[in-house]
């Protein structure tokens, strides 16, 4: 008697999509569909442009009255450079009161160029306060 060994085929299972097992009609189990899982999401993705939307908003805004505070100040510069002006312009105009009012400068156009003269002592009257 002759006993031979057979190789062992090792045999592999075709591979096959598994089939669903059907389940009764209360345990039936649905798979959700790429529109269906996001079906919740809507509601985080509107707040998530809402705050979004808040964030530019606010940004904006910061943005305008930070440029509101920028115009102020150059105009405020502008003021103050105007009013150290004023302040030069009316110091000389105050200095040239004072030299036109002095009383040499009064005394020297009425003699030359108005022709005045000082009185002679004949010149002088006096006058009583009284009504006699």
Known sequence: MIVTKEKARAVYPLQQKPVPRRKSAGQE???PSSRARTA????ESL???????LLIAISI???AQYSQVVALNYQIQQVDQQIA????ENERLALDVRSMSSLERLESIAVHELGLQYP?????????ARGD
């Open 40 to 43: 919740g999401r809507p509601a």
């Open 29 to 31: 189990r649905v798979q």
């Open 85 to 88: 002006q004023l302040h030069k």
């Open 47 to 53: 707040l998530l442009c809402v705050f979004i939307l």
């Open 61 to 63: 805004g910061l943005i």
């Open 120 to 128: 002679d002592q004949k010149q002088w009257l006096r006058l009583s």
